[in-house]
């Protein structure tokens, strides 16, 4: 009897967390589909590609928004119908180090295809869920950046860019 018990205590506890995974990478992919539906430079028209760990603003760009100083790796799940290809950290690290030309050229020799690189935060919610901020940068050569931070609110169950701060362009 214990161990039914057990069993299924256990399924229970396995489950609740597969579906608090599964909500918050939900909840991220509506978020990211709204931004890059909303944002003129964005859009669903091609392949996005990423650097695999979150991005967040320069520290020079003060921020109100608190995101966290540890990067972790995106998942897949958390970009819905947005096409990306994630860039490995391991080939951007010290990418630039021998001068932002050449840097630039490696990058679009590896990838022909890409425009741009695009650094993408995760979202971070309001304690209420229906107001999220994320950052998002992207660049394609030397003085050729952007980056800002997005305010969206949850209106009648749809999110929406509602502004639009820290920006910077190089």
Known sequence: MIKVFLRITLVV???AAFAASHAQQS??????EALFAQVESLGFDRTYYV???EGRPPSAI???VPFPSERQVHARANFGRIR???VDESFLSGLWDSGCQKGWA???????????????????LNESGD???VYVEQGSGCQSSCGATYQLALQADV????????SWCS
């Not at 999110?159 to 820290?166: I, L």
Request: proline share 2%; hydrophobic share 40%.
């Open 106 to 124: 490696k990058f679009h020799e590896r990838y022909p295809q890409a425009g741009d690189l695009t650094q993408v935060s995760r979202v971070l």
């Open 159 to 166: 999110w929406a860019v509602v502004g639009r701060t820290g």
């Open 13 to 15: 506890f396995a489950f």
């Open 62 to 64: 003060q921020s109100t």
């Open 131 to 133: 107001q999220a901020s």
């Open 51 to 53: 650097r695999e760990r």
């Open 27 to 32: 909840g991220q992919a509506s978020v990211y």
């Open 84 to 86: 990306v290809l994630f």
